[in-house]
């Protein structure tokens, strides 16, 4: 970087040199120009050149300047990759070291058909050993070779294909993660269970591991022992069924090492995918779970491992002592070869050695067999030449192989150790999590206690104001609804009040004009009966015959009295009848006129009778001055009586002239002016005028009194 | 009825005069024929007796009205 801002430098130095070294040139304008361009561009330069070098400051500007991106991409082509995250590493790695066993292992992560061909490798691998045995201590560990170089072959593509694998994976395991927290119980249920099995299944899987290294023990020091020991050949024989049984032993187990480790292996892989899934479900509480059975995981996975270098160890050995054996059985192939050109009828079979030479075959096998000595000698002592030589480059193997061992045990023991830190690490972050939680809880806490108790005062007193507030609307709404419906409510009843008082006048008024009514029909009714009465009584005048009374007015002023009881006057007035009338009846008028003519002759007759004359001569001489006396027979009266017109004669005349003109009051007023004898006759005429002009006074009045009240209640008032 | 009242006094007059006077009369007969051998101034004087019997009870009947008598004028 400093030797390009060095360059740069210079680059624009020599630049402005040459801008300043230029004359003045008719170009000049665009040489004016040239130093800021020259700037300009060496700038742009520079950048690209430092992004070049440097990608983060490359993203830097990327981030900062719009645009920038293209022109990086046009001139420095496209933008390094991402950082591959660690994460990845971790899941890489373990795979990788679980899978790096040599032995029957299997990667149950791997794609189903690379599994299932590696279901049908060991699966010929225990087949295998059985047919054939001589071959079997040769097969097995070619087919675990071949198995091994298989594995190392599908490393790489398992290791290329488990990104997409593992996204897949991961995408499955977001989409589990998708599902509510309610997966926790769930979670942690399959958590404990896939980690009891795994346990199991780890369990099983060192225990069939140790077996096999057992097996793998016996087998090679049987083995070492076949080979190195020279027994007679029974015990060799017994010793290679030892050995057979060993190495069957050590198959069987290494099988069923193999298989449970397998076993083991998938049910840690599922446990590693549950726990994955757990992760990624990103519930806290089963963080502390997700960590146990991660460490639980991982302490499976170091014992596993441990036991599988063990086995591994003991299997490198047994390779050595194998491969030991396969030259000794080389040898022994070949002198079976010899011995079996030499002796056909016996059969090649190790196993068959045992108990199927006779004596010559024996004979001819020592022969062979000495005769392969001194071959063996010769070979050994060639080979103790170039036994240096193997040595050393044995050594070199092995310090390779050492070195290998060393190197995948110290990537094993790191990636532990890594493992451990990690979950370590994890541990601790849970506790600092867990106690920073419980921290901020109380914190949280406290804050909400205070906020709480901030709030409920806050709210108190908005409360007291909001109710105050409320109160007082209520109250003043309360108060105008209030004043409201008490105006509605007076003018209400001030509108009914005057309602009622209006229909109350106005039923006052027509129950008035219906009083007054009923009252003047009363009076009308009464004065009509009055009047009827009256007319009846008047009638009862009329019933008087020429001489005789007329009806006793009684009944007629009994009718008076009683139709009308409460007319005082009409009372003053009905008692104010005389009772001649009312029991006897009056003369009428006309009778009394008739009367009248009797009484006026005999009065005149009499005329001088008085208490002082009233002889009988005297009787005679009135009767010879009545005969004698000739005067009018009616005189009109004058308007003042002098005193001579109370003579006897005189008064008659008037009498006589007021009784032709009908006005008997007058005739009674002039009989009641007689004296002596005439008074005396006329006595009882004047009694009868009298009452009868009583009585028409009196029914006068109370006609004209009837006719009055009836006028007055028949008169609009 | 007062008219006739005086009528009735006058029938009564005349009653009486005759029936006096017919007395008088008898009266005097009888005794002008008993007493006085036929003289006739009994029966004159019967029939004026009679008469003037009749005259004065007749006057004393139409005067009767206008006498006073001694206990009204004690009333009074």
């Given at each position: 970087a400093?030797?390009l801002?060095?360059?740069?430098?210079?680059f624009?130095?020599?630049?402005n040199c040459l801008?300043?070294?230029?004359p003045?040139h008719p170009?000049?304008?665009c040489?004016?120009?040239?130093s800021?361009q020259?700037?300009?561009?060496?700038?742009?330069?520079?950048?690209?050149?430092?992004a070049k070098w440097?990608p983060k400051?490359r993203?830097?500007v990327?981030?900062s300047v719009?645009?920038s991106?293209?022109?990086f991409e046009?001139t420095?082509?496209?933008p390094?990759p991402?950082?591959i995250?660690m994460q990845?590493?971790?899941?890489?790695a373990?795979?990788l070291?679980?899978?790096?066993?040599?032995e029957?292992?299997?990667?149950?992560?791997?794609?189903?058909?690379?599994?299932?061909?590696?279901e049908?490798?060991?699966e010929?691998?225990?087949?295998?050993?059985k047919?054939?045995v001589?071959e079997a201590?040769?097969?097995p560990?070619q087919?675990?070779?071949?198995e091994?170089?298989?594995?190392?072959a599908?490393?790489?593509p398992?290791v290329k294909?488990r990104?997409?694998?593992?996204?897949a994976?991961r995408l499955?395991?977001q989409d589990?993660a998708?599902q509510?927290c309610?997966?926790?119980?769930?979670l942690?249920?399959?958590l404990?269970d896939t980690?009891g099995?795994?346990a199991?299944?780890t369990?099983?899987?060192?225990?069939a591991?140790e077996?096999?290294?057992?097996?793998i023990?016996t087998?090679?020091h049987r083995?070492?022992?076949a080979?190195d020991?020279?027994?007679?050949?029974?015990?060799?024989?017994?010793q290679?069924?030892?050995l057979?049984?060993?190495?069957?032993?050590r198959t069987?187990a290494?099988?069923?090492a193999g298989?449970?480790?397998?076993q083991?292996?998938?049910?840690l892989?599922k446990?590693?995918?549950?726990?994955?899934?757990?992760?990624?479900s990103k519930?806290?509480?089963?963080?502390p779970q997700?960590?146990a059975?991660?460490e639980n995981?991982h302490s499976?996975i170091?014992?596993?491992?441990?036991?599988?270098?063990k086995?591994?160890a003991?299997?490198?050995e047994a390779?050595?002592v194998s491969q030991?054996?396969?030259?000794v059985?080389?040898?022994?192939v070949?002198?079976?070869k010899?011995?079996s050109?030499?002796?056909?009828?016996?059969?090649?079979?190790?196993?068959?050695?045992t108990?199927k030479?006779s004596?010559d075959?024996?004979?001819?096998?020592i022969?062979?067999?000495h005769?392969?000595?001194?071959?063996?000698?010769?070979e050994l002592?060639?080979?103790?030449?170039?036994?240096?030589?193997?040595i050393?480059?044995?050594?070199?193997q092995q310090?390779?192989?050492?070195?290998?061992?060393v190197?995948?045990a110290v990537d094993?023991?790191?990636?532990h150790?890594?493992e451990q830190?990690?979950l370590?690490?994890e541990?601790?972050?849970q506790?600092?999590r867990?106690?920073?939680?419980?921290?901020m809880?109380?914190?949280?806490?406290?804050?909400?206690a205070?906020h709480t108790d901030?709030?409920?005062?806050?709210?108190?007193v908005?409360?007291?104001?909001l109710?105050?507030e409320?109160q007082e609307?209520?109250?003043s709404?309360?108060?105008?609804?209030e004043?409201?419906?008490?105006?509605?409510?007076q003018?209400q009843?001030d509108?009914f009040?005057l309602d009622?008082?209006?229909a109350?006048?106005?039923?006052?008024?027509m129950?008035?004009?219906i009083d007054?009514h009923?009252?003047?029909?009363?009076?009308?009714?009464k004065?009509?009966?009055l009047?009827?009465?009256?007319?009846?009584?008047n009638?009862t005048?009329?019933t008087a015959?020429?001489?005789?009374?007329?009806?006793p007015?009684?009944?007629?002023?009994?009718t008076?009295?009683?139709s009308?009881?409460?007319?005082?006057?009409?009372?003053?007035l009905?008692t104010a009848?005389?009772?001649?009338s009312l029991?006897?009846g009056?003369?009428?008028?006309a009778?009394?006129?008739?009367?009248?003519?009797?009484?006026?002759?005999?009065a005149r007759?009499?005329?001088?009778?008085?208490?002082t004359?009233?002889?009988l001569y005297?009787?005679f001489?009135?009767y010879?001055?009545?005969i004698?006396?000739?005067?009018?027979?009616q005189e009109?009266?004058?308007?003042k009586?002098a005193a001579?017109?109370?003579?006897?004669?005189k008064l008659?005349?008037?009498?006589?002239?007021?009784?032709?003109?009908?006005?008997l009051?007058?005739a009674?007023?002039?009989?009641?002016q007689?004296?002596?004898?005439?008074r005396?006759?006329?006595?009882d005429w004047?009694?009868?005028?009298?009452?009868?002009?009583?009585?028409?006074q009196?029914?006068?009045?109370?006609?004209?009194?009837?006719?009055?009240v009836?006028l007055g209640?028949t008169q609009a008032? | 009825?007062?008219?006739k009242?005086?009528?009735q006094?006058?029938?009564?007059?005349?009653?009486d005069a005759?029936?006096k006077?017919?007395?008088?009369?008898?009266l005097g007969?009888?005794?002008?024929v008993?007493?006085?051998?036929r003289?006739?101034?009994p029966?004159a004087?019967?029939?004026?007796t009679?008469?003037?019997?009749?005259?004065?009870n007749?006057?004393n009947?139409?005067?009767?009205?206008?006498l006073?008598?001694?206990n009204?004028?004690?009333?009074?």
């Amino acid at each position: 970087a400093v030797n390009l801002w060095i360059m740069f430098f210079f680059f624009l130095s020599s630049q402005n040199c040459l801008c300043g070294k230029v004359p003045v040139h008719p170009l000049q304008h665009c040489r004016r120009y040239t130093s800021l361009q020259i700037k300009f561009g060496g700038g742009l330069g520079g950048t690209i050149l430092y992004a070049k070098w440097d990608p983060k400051f490359r993203a830097n500007v990327e981030k900062s300047v719009p645009y920038s991106d293209q022109l990086f991409e046009m001139t420095l082509g496209p933008p390094p990759p991402p950082f591959i995250p660690m994460q990845k590493k971790p899941v890489k790695a373990e795979p990788l070291q679980i899978s790096s066993v040599s032995e029957a292992s299997k990667d149950s992560k791997q794609p189903k058909p690379k599994s299932k061909a590696k279901e049908k490798q060991p699966e010929p691998a225990p087949v295998d050993p059985k047919p054939a045995v001589e071959e079997a201590p040769a097969l097995p560990p070619q087919t675990i070779e071949a198995e091994e170089c298989h594995e190392c072959a599908s490393h790489e593509p398992a290791v290329k294909e488990r990104p997409g694998e593992e996204v897949a994976a991961r995408l499955a395991q977001q989409d589990k993660a998708e599902q509510d927290c309610c997966m926790f119980s769930a979670l942690s249920f399959n958590l404990e269970d896939t980690l009891g099995f795994s346990a199991k299944l780890t369990l099983q899987a060192i225990g069939a591991q140790e077996a096999a290294l057992t097996a793998i023990g016996t087998h090679t020091h049987r083995l070492r022992e076949a080979m190195d020991s020279e027994d007679p050949p029974d015990k060799k024989s017994a010793q290679w069924r030892e050995l057979e049984d060993a190495l069957s032993e050590r198959t069987r187990a290494v099988d069923q090492a193999g298989q449970s480790l397998l076993q083991a292996k998938e049910q840690l892989e599922k446990l590693r995918v549950v726990i994955n899934g757990a992760k990624e479900s990103k519930i806290e509480a089963a963080r502390p779970q997700i960590l146990a059975a991660e460490e639980n995981l991982h302490s499976m996975i170091v014992d596993l491992d441990k036991v599988v270098t063990k086995v591994q160890a003991a299997q490198t050995e047994a390779k050595i002592v194998s491969q030991y054996s396969e030259l000794v059985n080389e040898a022994k192939v070949q002198f079976q070869k010899e011995l079996s050109s030499i002796t056909p009828e016996v059969q090649a079979n190790w196993k068959g050695l045992t108990g199927k030479l006779s004596a010559d075959d024996l004979n001819s096998l020592i022969a062979h067999a000495h005769r392969r000595i001194d071959q063996l000698n010769r070979e050994l002592a060639e080979q103790r030449v170039r036994e240096q030589i193997r040595i050393e480059a044995a050594l070199e193997q092995q310090k390779h192989e050492h070195q290998r061992a060393v190197d995948s045990a110290v990537d094993k023991a790191i990636q532990h150790n890594h493992e451990q830190l990690r979950l370590e690490q994890e541990k601790k972050m849970q506790e600092v999590r867990e106690v920073m939680e419980a921290e901020m809880r109380t914190q949280l806490r406290r804050q909400a206690a205070a906020h709480t108790d901030h709030l409920r005062d806050v709210l108190k007193v908005q409360e007291q104001e909001l109710r105050e507030e409320a109160q007082e609307a209520l109250s003043s709404k309360m108060m105008e609804q209030e004043t409201q419906h008490r105006r509605l409510a007076q003018e209400q009843l001030d509108s009914f009040t005057l309602d009622m008082n209006s229909a109350y006048a106005r039923l006052k008024g027509m129950e008035e004009a219906i009083d007054s009514h009923v009252v003047a029909e009363e009076e009308a009714r009464k004065a009509h009966q009055l009047w009827l009465s009256v007319e009846a009584l008047n009638y009862t005048l009329k019933t008087a015959a020429a001489d005789a009374p007329t009806e006793p007015l009684e009944g007629a002023v009994r009718t008076i009295k009683e139709s009308c009881a409460e007319n005082e006057f009409a009372q003053a007035l009905a008692t104010a009848l005389p009772d001649e009338s009312l029991t006897r009846g009056v003369y009428s008028e006309a009778s009394l006129r008739a009367r009248f003519y009797g009484v006026r002759r005999l009065a005149r007759r009499v005329a001088l009778i008085d208490e002082t004359r009233n002889s009988l001569y005297q009787y005679f001489l009135s009767y010879l001055q009545s005969i004698l006396l000739f005067e009018k027979e009616q005189e009109a009266p004058p308007t003042k009586l002098a005193a001579q017109d109370l003579d006897t004669f005189k008064l008659l005349a008037y009498a006589t002239y007021s009784i032709e003109r009908g006005d008997l009051e007058l005739a009674a007023k002039f009989v009641n002016q007689l004296h002596g004898e005439s008074r005396r006759v006329a006595q009882d005429w004047l009694k009868e005028a009298r009452l009868t002009l009583e009585t028409k006074q009196v029914v006068s009045l109370l006609s004209a009194y009837a006719n009055a009240v009836g006028l007055g209640t028949t008169q609009a008032p | 009825m007062s008219e006739k009242e005086l009528g009735q006094k006058w029938d009564r007059c005349l009653a009486d005069a005759a029936i006096k006077v017919g007395a008088g009369l008898g009266l005097g007969i009888v005794f002008s024929v008993v007493f006085f051998k036929r003289r006739t101034f009994p029966i004159a004087f019967g029939t004026g007796t009679g008469l003037g019997m009749a005259y004065s009870n007749c006057q004393n009947d139409l005067r009767s009205p206008y006498l006073v008598h001694s206990n009204a004028t004690k009333e009074q």
